[in-house]
């Protein structure tokens, strides 16, 4: 869907869907996402980097895998509660998916994400046989009611949900994936 914007519970937030369109759906359930952590801390970091594949997968089982240990560090490291996630499975010109990837952690405890990348470059390349690529402005600081900082890291993340990419896969693999993080009640 070729759409700029997204209505997301009475605020409307613009969407890097100008190219290739967006699912709406998979934005909707990405922002869905950023908004559940931020009512759990009032700051949230938000963390991107790409996941790239040396060989084609039929499945996303590299991604639970990959969740799985750094999930495990990063409990141990900064005690945390709860990590939202959100990553997207692409296939274009190469013969092997790369994944897309955001990562959402309690700004209080992370402030910085130095340390994370270290350790998500080291869990990729050396346990699960692929290669990390970290983007310019890879992080972005969130703070509960502040529009223009969660306004910035939805326009990043909304290029997960792009058309462009998705769909070459097994009918039963899926093109992306969420945390499934509930908004806190009261």
């Not at 895998?65 to 560090?73: A, V």
């Not at 983007?135 to 009611?145: E, S």
Request: with cysteine; glycine share 6%.
């Amino acid at each position: 869907m070729n759409t700029r914007f997204l209505d997301i519970d009475g605020q409307v937030f613009w969407v890097n869907g100008k190219h290739s369109g967006i699912y709406s759906h998979m934005a909707k359930q990405m922002i869905s996402q950023v908004n559940a952590m931020l009512t759990y801390h009032s700051k949230v970091i938000l963390i991107r980097f790409d996941l790239r594949l040396y060989a084609y997968t039929v499945d996303n089982s590299v991604i639970t895998k990959f969740n799985r240990i750094l999930f495990k560090w990063l409990k141990r490291k900064y005690g945390l509660k709860r990590i939202g996630f959100m990553w997207c499975r692409e296939l274009e010109k190469a013969k092997q998916q790369h994944y897309h990837y955001a990562l959402m952690l309690d700004g209080h405890k992370v402030r910085h994400p130095h340390d994370i990348l270290i350790k998500v470059k080291q869990i990729w390349n050396e346990q699960l046989q692929g290669s990390e690529f970290t983007p310019k402005r890879c992080y972005y600081n969130l703070k509960r009611d502040d529009y223009n900082s969660i306004a910035r890291a939805i326009w990043r993340i909304s290029y997960l949900a792009k058309t462009r990419g998705k769909g070459y896969k097994p009918s039963q693999t899926k093109n992306y994936g969420t945390s499934r993080i509930k908004p806190k009640s009261g």
